[in-house]
């Protein structure tokens, strides 16, 4: 799924890694929080996928789409989703403000349709309606869309729960032989809700303790020293405020490890 400060990008180059350790230690859980949209769990092959995220209107779509792909793919099915461009200006508010007030007027999976379908970048209501610029012919919630039916067939099978990252990997702490693939919001950065403050501190702690008995790899710009970088790449982010003038800033994309993924 198209996705704001999605690893699509880099999935050809962190999949391997993983599945790599996933096949030499005949792991069978694969874990991964902060699931976005699922760009990487779903090129995972592991006999227990778990994906979990605090957004529930995210969720309740992936969830959907896992378990009835018929009512995005079957375009002639009577209970299959209109053509994207149906969702008008009008529809996207309601949507939002029934998200507001946690109303029931639409489902919580249609909900997260319209706000991941049809937003800018599809970052969701906080990042605004999604317009067509200047190029009439070109309908980005359509091409979202398009973009997320390809995807459906391989959300077959995963486990979508709606949770803060806490209590996914305080559960895992108690487990072993599992691999944990997070990808939190990145420090010194804009997050999604500045109103929730991430604790990089309690995070860190976490991944040190789960990391013990569990195989632990995180996506970050930057993470404390007894962390090891496992992989990087020099990538050049585009943002909305950059001006032309100033060029495009560099920046360095890690994937690091903790504990027995150390060893």
Not at 150 to 174: D, W
Request: hydrophobic share 35%.
């Amino acid at each position: 799924m198209v996705y704001m400060g999605s690893k699509s990008r880099y999935s050809k180059y962190i999949v391997p890694i993983l599945q790599n350790c996933i096949n030499k230690n005949n792991i069978d859980t694969y874990v991964e929080t902060f699931v976005g949209g699922a760009n990487i769990i779903d090129k995972i092959k592991c006999k227990n996928k778990i994906g979990s995220d605090n957004n529930p209107y995210l969720i309740a779509l992936l969830k959907k789409a896992a378990e009835e792909p018929k009512l995005f793919l079957e375009e002639n099915s009577k209970e299959a989703i209109k053509p994207i461009e149906d969702i008008s200006k009008e529809l996207w508010d309601d949507c939002r403000d029934t998200a507001k007030v946690h109303g029931d007027k639409y489902p919580d999976w249609f909900i997260g349709f319209v706000a991941f379908m049809a937003s800018y970048c599809a970052g969701g209501f906080g990042r605004g309606y999604g317009r067509t610029g200047k190029d009439i012919k070109r309908c980005i919630s359509k091409e979202h869309f398009n973009n997320f039916k390809k995807q459906i067939p391989n959300l077959t099978g995963i486990n979508f729960i709606c949770s803060s990252y806490i209590p996914v990997l305080e559960s895992c702490i108690k487990k072993q032989n599992c691999l944990l693939y997070l990808d939190p919001p990145y420090r010194n950065t804009k997050h999604y809700d500045e109103k929730e403050k991430f604790d990089y501190d309690v995070f860190y702690d976490l991944c040190r303790r789960v990391g013990e008995n569990n195989y632990v790899f995180i996506s970050e710009q930057y993470m404390p020293d007894d962390f090891k970088v496992v992989w990087s790449k020099e990538v050049k982010r585009l943002i909305r405020a950059t001006r032309a003038e100033d060029g495009v800033p560099i920046v360095i994309e890690n994937l690091y490890t903790i504990g027995k993924s150390n060893g």
